[in-house]
């Protein structure tokens, strides 16, 4: 019997050089996984938060559908793709809702639409974001490995495969983006 993995990658190569039908197979593989890390996305957040974790794959996942000519390596590669977008949903959610709060394109909702994420809790997503976009520009590979470990769960080894880089530098640059990133949000 092959291997699931091999069954991913496969389906990962078909879906980059243009076939739609190898993305259909491809999500009932990964779907527990991005069900995991949309948990972990969602895990800070308040219950009853608006946008659950079923709704960030489903956004998540419309953002990847259009994708075209990826040039995907493996399961860990898409993981890592896949938690950057969960990232940046997250993030848009939560400027809108800033942003709607300071009037922008104020509309009427029902009661149970407004139990969202606490004012604190967003600010400290947008905040991330913000010292995660500059960390970007000091180090881009910093960036990427953080997004890789923290928002997308990877370990140490899967990360260290992503990147192609050995697990003692994922390691020593993990300790020095988290440092850095502790001082920018203490700001």
Request: charge should be neutral; glycine fraction near 6%; hydrophobic fraction near 45%.
């Amino acid at each position: 019997m092959e291997h699931p993995s091999a069954n991913i990658t496969g389906f990962l190569l078909a879906w980059g050089e243009g076939d739609p039908a190898a993305l259909e197979k491809l999500l009932p593989l990964v779907y527990d996984e991005l069900h995991r890390l949309a948990g972990v996305y969602l895990r800070g957040e308040r219950p009853g938060h608006t946008l659950q974790t079923t709704a960030l794959i489903n956004e998540a996942y419309l953002r990847l559908a259009t994708w075209k000519n990826v040039e995907w390596k493996n399961r860990a590669h898409f993981l890592g793709v896949a938690a950057q977008m969960m990232r940046r949903v997250l993030v848009d959610f939560a400027r809108s809702r800033h942003y709607a709060k300071r009037g922008g394109e104020a509309q009427q909702v029902e009661f149970e639409e407004t139990r969202v994420a606490t004012p604190r809790r967003e600010n400290e997503i947008i905040a991330l974001d913000d010292a995660l976009n500059a960390l970007a520009e000091i180090d881009a590979r910093k960036c990427l490995l953080v997004e890789l470990r923290y928002f997308g769960g990877l370990s140490v080894e899967e990360t260290a495969e992503v990147m192609q880089l050995s697990s003692r530098t994922v390691l020593r640059e993990w300790q020095a983006a988290r440092a850095w990133l502790y001082r920018e949000l203490k700001r």
